[in-house]
Antibody
Framework: QITLKESGPTLVKATQTLTLTCTLSGSSVSNSGVGVGWIRQSPGKALEWLAI???????GYRPSLRTRLTIRKDTPRNQVVLTMINMDPLDTGTYYCVHIMGIQFFGTWGQGTQVIVSS | QSALTQPRSVSGSPGQSVTISCTGS?????????VSWYQQYPGKAPKVVISDVSKRPSGVPDRFSGSKSGNTASLTISGLQTDDEADYYC??????????FGGGTRLTVL
């Protein structure tokens, strides 16, 4: 059984940098075909796909946020880290870590971590 | 990359069927069979109910079905039950390791 656990600050100030960590269990970030990504949801709003990184180190980013996002793997710790610079109150929401095999579907989701950006 | 278009809300009575549409473009829905649908209850993480346009992951009732025609995908829920009341999101692969979600549809079971 694959489980994902997000961790990071609940409160950040505008213009600061957000760093979120996703820790995997039951799967490895280095297993062939494995991708781990991030999806967020602002209060009362729709899901927004943000970024993904694969076992092969291939990356993908939401085009509108490309300049603000960086995703990387920490293979020894079996973690994926998302960094978002220049945070804004509009970035407030729940950030989910997701697991995917290939490009089919996001089969496993973390419980989500809430991020509040204060002005 | 624009969000996929879904109706904001749909409703139906128990036992009835409802269909939720998801319209994209030639860059996403129209080009790939990697369209998935997610069910989300308030305060909970989403859960996949349909993958690859029309496949049901293990454990998903066969009341859930999916299809696609051109740039529009659809999710149909037949034999509506009260616990189907939730938000539903479509999602499509959009190439170059990117994905796009729909705006979400609130399903109300009357």
């Amino acid at each position: 059984q694959i489980t994902l656990k997000e961790s990071g600050p609940t409160l950040v100030k505008a213009t600061q940098t957000l760093t979120l960590t996703c820790t995997l269990s039951g799967s490895s970030v280095s297993n062939s075909g494995v991708g781990v990504g991030w999806i967020r949801q602002s209060p009362g709003k729709a899901l927004e796909w943000l970024a993904i990184i694969y076992w092969s180190d291939q990356e993908g980013y939401r085009p509108s946020l490309r300049t603000r996002l960086t995703i990387r793997k920490d293979t020894p710790r079996n973690q994926v880290v998302l960094t978002m610079i220049n945070m804004d109150p509009l970035d407030t929401g729940t950030y989910y870590c997701v697991h995917i095999m290939g490009i089919q579907f996001f089969g496993t989701w973390g419980q989500g971590t809430q991020v509040i950006v204060s002005s | 990359q624009s969000a996929l278009t879904q109706p904001r809300s749909v409703s139906g009575s128990p036992g009835q069927s409802v269909t939720i549409s998801c319209t994209g473009s030639n860059s996403d829905v129209g080009s790939y069979r990697y369209v998935s649908w997610y069910q989300q209850y308030p305060g909970k993480a989403p859960k996949v109910v349909i993958s690859d346009v029309s496949k049901r992951p293990s454990g998903v009732p066969d009341r859930f079905s999916g299809s696609k025609s051109g740039n529009t995908a659809s999710l149909t829920i037949s034999g509506l039950q009260t616990d189907d009341e939730a938000d539903y999101y479509c999602c499509s692969y959009a190439g170059s390791h990117t994905w796009v979600f729909g705006g979400g549809t609130r399903l109300t079971v009357l």
